[in-house]
Antibody, heavy 118, light 107 residues
Framework: QVRLVESGGGLVQSGRTMTLSCSAS????????MHWVRQAPGKGLEWIAF????????DYADSVRGRFTISRDNAESILFLHLNSLRADDTAIYYC???????????WGQGVLVTVSS | EVLLTQSPATLSLSPGERATVSCRAS??????LAWYQQKPGQAPRLLIY???NRATGIPARFSGSGSGTDFTLTINSLEPEDFAVYYCQHRRTDSWTFGQGTKVEIK
């Protein structure tokens, strides 16, 4: 079955960098676009980044464009999110999710917590 | 950018009752709308895609309707496990948007 497992979160100081990973299994990773979605404590869902299956095209929310970079390793079935210039308001649970066939997000990982201290 | 506005923010109901959650788009999205359920401490789960189609494994008590700008998620006869937060979502070309969420809580 489809499985997505995030890792790499934790406590980081404001202004520093962090890289999140999402290991995928149970499907042909290279055929699917992939997303990162975050959720600040007690808040709703915020889509932040998408990468197409072929890795050539990427989309970002305005809130992270220029600071975060999404990438993927199709050979290893791993999705990445590189977080630069972190701010306190980047504190959130970060989820990876698979792009579904109907413009939805059909499978989600369990999420990883990133806490940015000032 | 399409904005999605959900109402109400909180819905207080008893098990066995029907829940109706609304999602209004700031401009027409045709039927390009999905619904998700999120329970405390868990990841979101896809319920409905393309406004009215249940995702794999979703019970028949969940249904979606609407098109254009007004959409509804209905949960017939609430089960204890249905008390959760529900989000609508739309994709537009190069961005994905979520509604702010509706909490369905036990009355």
């Amino acid at each position: 079955q489809v499985r997505l497992v995030e890792s790499g979160g934790g406590l980081v100081q404001s202004g520093r960098t962090m890289t999140l990973s999402c290991s995928a299994s149970g499907f042909i990773f290279s055929r699917y676009g992939m997303h990162w979605v975050r959720q600040a404590p007690g808040k709703g869902l915020e889509w932040i980044a998408f990468i197409w299956a072929d890795r050539n095209n990427k989309d970002y929310a305005d809130s992270v464009r220029g600071r975060f970079t999404i990438s993927r390793d199709n050979a290893e079935s791993i999705l990445f999110l590189h977080l630069n210039s972190l701010r306190a308001d980047d504190t959130a649970i970060y989820y990876c999710a698979r792009d579904g066939a109907h413009r939805d997000l059909d499978y989600w990982g369990q999420g990883v917590l990133v806490t940015v201290s000032s | 950018e399409v904005l999605l506005t959900q109402s109400p923010a909180t819905l207080s109901l008893s098990p066995g009752e029907r829940a109706t959650v609304s999602c209004r788009a700031s401009q027409s999205v045709n039927n390009n709308l999905a619904w998700y359920q999120q329970k405390p401490g868990q990841a979101p789960r896809l319920l409905i895609y393309e406004a009215s189609n249940r995702a794999t494994g979703i019970p028949a008590r969940f249904s979606g309707s609407g098109s254009g700008t007004d959409f509804t998620l209905t949960i017939n006869s609430l089960e204890p496990e249905d008390f959760a937060v529900y989000y609508c979502q739309h994709r537009r070309t190069d961005s994905w948007t979520f509604g702010q969420g509706t909490k369905v809580e036990i009355k």
